[in-house]
């Protein structure tokens, strides 16, 4: 039965350019928690992201993603934006020529249908930056133009300050940080994730513990294989997984009645 407080990914397969990626991914991140999203190189994990986010190079075969009693695959990505849903990429886009916080300004009027006085939201972009320990400088630069990598996840981090979202995917958000960096990204998402009473759902694909060490509360880690959710347990699992690898977990899922099940046809 559909939530309608949660993000419900149910039997979603997904081709890239005529190959099947997803392979019937089950998911349900409900509002008012923060999952984690881990699993070996090329398993699926980006693919999911860019799915939920709309880009047309992915071909939904089956299956629907649910947020607030709709199935969102038939959105646009601009009216998914709207909806409360916001995704952090692996690699940030750079705008030539457009601000950030002017593009932050847009954004935020978009999102939430409200006129905003420039002053009033510069002075709220100020406070946004510091939470972030970022220049003020920062919102008068172009986006992503010449920033470094670093600099860029901490950007997204910005956006998603400013736009409020209620749901929001990080698909990697913590690569190439430094690890001061690293705990300056938890923390801006914690207190996000706080000022929010209960109100926003996260979902963090990472393949590291490192961040997900800060992520306070960390609700549950769920395991990407093979274009499939095939676990999902306590924030506990993230440990386990550094210490024996996928290999090891891979072979024990084989092991278990059920999890070798191919999406069709055979029986
Ligand atoms: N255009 C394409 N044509 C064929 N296969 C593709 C295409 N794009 C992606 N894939 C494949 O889809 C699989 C899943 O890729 P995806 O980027 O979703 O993995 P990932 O879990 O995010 O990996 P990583 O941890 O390395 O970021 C990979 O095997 C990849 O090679
Ligand atoms: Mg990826």
């Given at each position: ?55 047309p ?12 009693g ?18 952090a ?26 006129e ?15 939470l ?45 940080l430094?690890?001061?960096?690293v ?38 880690v ?9 676990l ?27 999890f ?8």
């Amino acid at each position: 039965m559909a939530q309608t407080d949660a993000l419900e990914i149910r039997g979603l397969r997904v081709a890239v350019d005529g190959k099947e990626i997803l392979k019937g991914v089950d998911l349900v991140v409900p509002k008012g928690e923060i999952h984690a999203l881990m699993g070996p190189n090329g398993s699926g994990k980006s693919t999911l992201a860019q799915t939920l986010m709309g880009h047309p190079r992915y071909e939904v075969l089956e299956g629907q993603v649910l947020w607030k009693g709709e199935n969102i695959l038939e959105l646009s990505p601009d009216e998914r934006a709207k909806k409360g849903l916001f995704l952090a990429f692996q690699y940030p886009v750079e705008i030539p020529g457009v601000a950030l916080g002017n593009f932050l300004h847009i954004a935020y009027q978009a999102r939430t249908g409200q006129e905003v006085p420039v002053g009033r939201f510069h002075r709220q972009l100020v406070q946004k930056l510091k939470l972030l320990d970022m220049d003020p400088s920062f919102a008068n630069r172009n986006l992503n133009e010449g920033f470094s990598g670093g600099e860029k996840k901490r950007c997204e981090i910005l956006q998603m300050a400013v736009l409020e979202p209620e749901m929001v995917v990080m698909d990697e958000t913590d690569s190439g940080l430094d690890i001061d960096a690293v705990r300056i990204v938890a923390n801006a998402v914690n207190r996000i994730f706080a000022e929010s009473q209960g109100k926003m759902g996260v979902l963090i694909i990472t393949h590291y513990q490192r961040i997900l060490r800060y992520i306070q509360p960390l609700h549950r880690v769920n395991v990407m294989m093979d274009g499939r959710v095939v676990l999902s347990d306590g924030p506990e699992l993230a440990e386990r997984l550094e210490e024996m690898g996928y290999d090891f977990l891979e072979k024990r899922l084989h092991e278990q009645a059920g999890f070798v099940k191919e999406p069709s046809g055979s029986d």
